[in-house]
Each structure stands twice: as structure tokens, then as C-alpha cells.
């Protein structure tokens, strides 16, 4: 095991954005609010695909469909956050259920195939709710 002989700062990443490298494409094309998601064969962001793990939500529109992979960045909200979204049948005995994502704007409380974005919060009315997603949920 090697210590450390000098001194040997790190770089942090502080607050609750993060950026990925975007893959090209018809998925290389992401807009504000849409789910992202990790490709695990290549390690590109997409927009998110059923199973992808869930790296946050879109901060602003990215369009890399005519670059080549990675030429673009997208910019994600990171980590735990509360967000109001629309989840068809939510009920008022859904709170504190998994919510899953099968694409990158349709969440659902179905596991199947789909991707794993957080737990519903709070129950608002029909069809609505407040999810807290945790992103890098595996």
C-alpha cells in the first residue's frame, strides 16, 4: 500500500448538475425535463430507454443527432430531488413506491424492463404526483 507523500487536492463536483458525454443519433437528440440515461455498453447518455440506468433529468435542449458520439454534453440534475410529474392511476396508496421510467417521459409503477428513477413522495390528484428521484439508481 502506498501513502501519500505530498499534498494532493481533489477536484470536487459540488451541486446538483453533472455532464455527461452524449451519444449521436436518433437517442442523441435530449430536450429540457427528459429523462437521461446511461448506456452501459459504451458509457454515452441518451435519452433515457427502458432499462438505462437513470442519470438525472435534461437541463436544456442538446441536439448531437448529426455529430459524433460525445461531441456534445448534457447537462443533468444530479442526485436526490422532488419533482411534480404526471403518472397515470397514482393513488393516494402509491407513496413511497418505486417509479419507474419505460422511456424518457413516461413513468409508471411497473418494474418490468424498465429503469428505476425513485420513490413516489406525495400523492397530488389524479394522474399526478411528486416522485423524489435519485439518480445513478441502479
Known sequence: MTDLAVATPMTLEIGDKAEYPLISGSTGKVFE???IG???????A???VAGDVF????????????????AKNVVVRTGKYRAK??????????????????????????EGSN???GKVHRYVTTNTCIVEFEALLA
Open 38 to 44: 446511461l448506456i452501459a455498453a459504451n458509457g454515452y
Open 115 to 117: 429503469s428505476a428513477v
Open 85 to 110: 410529474v404526471t403518472l397515470a392511476s397514482i393513488a393516494l396508496t402509491d407513496v413511497g413506491k418505486t417509479v419507474y421510467m419505460s422511456d424518457d417521459g413516461t413513468y409508471t409503477l411497473t
Open 46 to 48: 441518451r435519452s433515457l
Open 55 to 70: 442519470l438525472g433529468h435534461c437541463f436544456r435542449d442538446v441536439d448531437n443527432t448529426d455529430s459524433v458520439s460525445g
Open 33 to 35: 425535463g427528459c429523462g
